[in-house]
């Protein structure tokens, strides 16, 4: 981790693109503007956990769900094939 001492007004640069601005300095609280292209996502870590952690939940998939969406594949000929063999 690279670890930088800033004054307010004074800026961080990430690559060419990538410009982080120390905007003000009080107790225990730094505020931070940042400029980047609308191409790079810039998130608060909270938020980024938690966008994290519903794309992982979306990505499960039950059984049941599974199922059923094959089931809305299947031709409703093969369906019946299926029905006369049992």
Known sequence: MLILSRKVGEAIRIGEDVEII????????????IRSPKSIPVYR?????????E???AALINKN????V?????????KLKEGEKK
């Open 22 to 33: 120390v905007t003000e300095i009080s107790q225990n609280r730094v505020k931070i503007g």
């Open 45 to 53: 870590e909270e938020l980024y956990q938690k966008i994290k952690d």
């Open 55 to 57: 794309n992982r939940q």
């Open 65 to 68: 769900d599974l199922v059923n």
């Open 70 to 78: 094959l089931s809305m594949f299947i031709k409703p000929e093969a």
